[in-house]
C-alpha cells in the first residue's frame, strides 16, 4: 500500500473582530492582507468574521481589531471583556494586531464617549487619556525599535485620544512624521520624542491605518511568523512601490525621502510607468 502523504498544516484562522463597528480606513483589510500573503506561500488561510453581537472564538491564530468612533469603541469594549475569548486565546498564545480604537481597547483603560474613563481589555499595559490639543490627524511615519526587524513604517492616524504606556509594554517604534501615542507616550528614552504603538508578547497596537499591513508587508510577516514559523519570502515589489509613494507623501519626509527613501530601480520604473512620471 502506497504510504499516506503527509497531512496540510491545517488553516491559519484569522479572526476579524467586529469590523462593522471597528473597521475605519479599510482596517478590515489587514485580516485580507495576512490571509493572502500565507495563499501566496501555498499555506491555507480562513478569514473568520465576527460582527457585533457575534461570539468571537477563542480559537483562531490571529485577531485583527481595527479602529472606531467612541460609541462603537466603547460597545465594542464591553462585549469583548464580557465574552473573554480574545483573553483566552492571548493565554493560548494567539497573536493580536489592534489599530487606533483597536489599541485603546487592549490596554487597561480609555475614555468614553460620555468622557468617563471606561475599562479596557487590560491586555495591554497602557492607558488611553483625552488629548488636550488638536485630533491627530495625517501621515504617521514611525521608526520601529531596531530589535523589531521592521523597516520605517506608513500608516495614517485620526484620533483624540494620547496614549500613555506602562512598563510591562513597549513602544512600536519611535514617531518620525505625525503624532502617535501623543505627548504622554514616549517610553524610548528621549524626552522630546513621541513614541507609536504598544506591545507585549504577541499583542501588537499602533496606530497606524492604512491599512498598515498594507502599506508595511513586512509587520504582516513578523505576525505571520508568529503562528507559523519562519515564511518564505515573497515579491513585494508592488508593495514597496507603494511603501516607497506614502513615505514621500509625509510631510518632512520628501526630502528624507531623497537621501533614504530612493526606491531600487525596478520598483522605481514601475512606480513611473504607472503614474507616467517622465
Ligand atoms: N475614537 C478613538 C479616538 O478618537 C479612536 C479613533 C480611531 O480609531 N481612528 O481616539
Redesign the pocket.
Known amino acids: 500500500m502506497a504510504p499516506e502523504p503527509p497531512a496540510a498544516p491545517s488553516a491559519v484562522r484569522v479572526a476579524l473582530v467586529f469590523p462593522d463597528l471597528?473597521g475605519?480606513?479599510g482596517d478590515s483589510g489587514n485580516a485580507v492582507i495576512l490571509a493572502q500573503r500565507l495563499r501566496w506561500r501555498g499555506r491555507a488561510a480562513e478569514i473568520v468574521e465576527i460582527n457585533a453581537g457575534g461570539a468571537v472564538p477563542d480559537s483562531c491564530d490571529l485577531y485583527v481589531i481595527?479602529?472606531?468612533?467612541?460609541q462603537p469603541?466603547s460597545l465594542a469594549a464591553r462585549e469583548l471583556n464580557i465574552q473573554r475569548s480574545l483573553h483566552r486565546a492571548v493565554d493560548r498564545g494567539a497573536a493580536v494586531l489592534a489599530?487606533?480604537?483597536?489599541l485603546?481597547i487592549l490596554g487597561r483603560t480609555f475614555v468614553g464617549p460620555d468622557g468617563i474613563e471606561q475599562p479596557g481589555l487590560d491586555l495591554l499595559d497602557c492607558v488611553?487619556v483625552r488629548g488636550r490639543g488638536r485630533?491627530a490627524v495625517g501621515e504617521l511615519v514611525v521608526e520601529p525599535a531596531a530589535n523589531s526587524g521592521l523597516p520605517v513604517m506608513t500608516g495614517y492616524e485620526?484620533?483624540?485620544?494620547v496614549t500613555i504606556l506602562s512598563p510591562g509594554a513597549q513602544p512600536l517604534g519611535r514617531v518620525r512624521t505625525g503624532v502617535g501615542n501623543g505627548q504622554d507616550g514616549d517610553a524610548l528614552g528621549e524626552a522630546s520624542s513621541l513614541a507609536d504603538g504598544a506591545v507585549n508578547g504577541r499583542v501588537w497596537g499602533t496606530y497606524m491605518?492604512g491599512p498598515v499591513l498594507a502599506r508595511n508587508p513586512t509587520f504582516a510577516d513578523l505576525l505571520l511568523g508568529l503562528v507559523t514559523g519562519p515564511l518564505s519570502p515573497l515579491d513585494d515589489q508592488e508593495s514597496e512601490a507603494l511603501r516607497s509613494e506614502r513615505l514621500q507623501a509625509a510631510p518632512g519626509e520628501a526630502s528624507r525621502g531623497a537621501r533614504r527613501w530612493a526606491p531600487p530601480p525596478g520598483v522605481a520604473r514601475w512606480v513611473r510607468s504607472r503614474h507616467r512620471v517622465r
Do not use: K
Open positions: 471597528l475605519t480606513y481595527g479602529g472606531g468612533e467612541d469603541q489599530v487606533c480604537a483597536g485603546q488611553t485630533r485620526n484620533h483624540g485620544g491605518h
